[in-house]
């Protein structure tokens, strides 16, 4: 009888575990994508599909997929940052939920951005 009682409790505390788990492995995704966004955003800063392209290429399914991330490069405080956001998943790879885990890597630039220039 009392094992019976324990099970719902040992259940609760299993799922707990692997949404935690799930938390740390998209967060990880999140910093190692922010990561190749600012390295591939260094070398190609016009070209803003080619640093989602890569990025994505760096990540492993279902984390990068069209629906769960979001690549861009934002500007603060006089530098730019690559900002990667992945849809939190709820208990299962893929099935998303309401919240977004986010990373960021600063852009060391190596190649100056050009200049828009209006005829």
């Not at 500007?75 to 208990?91: H, K, S």
């Not at 998303?96 to 828009?116: C, I, L, N």
């Amino acid at each position: 009888m009392e094992f019976a009682a324990s099970v719902p409790f040992l259940m609760l505390a299993l799922a707990l575990v692997w949404q935690v788990l799930l938390l740390g492995i998209t967060a990880m995704y999140a910093s190692h994508g922010a990561a190749e966004a600012a390295r591939q955003a260094a070398v190609t800063p016009d070209d803003m599909a080619l640093v989602d392209e890569e990025t994505r290429k760096r990540v492993r399914p279902p984390w990068n997929g069209e629906d769960v991330m979001n690549v861009e490069i934002v500007e603060r405080d006089g530098a730019r940052y690559a900002r990667v956001a992945l849809a939190m998943p709820i208990f299962l790879p893929g099935v998303s939920g309401p919240w977004d885990v986010t990373g960021e890597a600063r852009v060391v630039t190596e190649v100056e951005p050009r200049e828009e220039v209006s005829p």
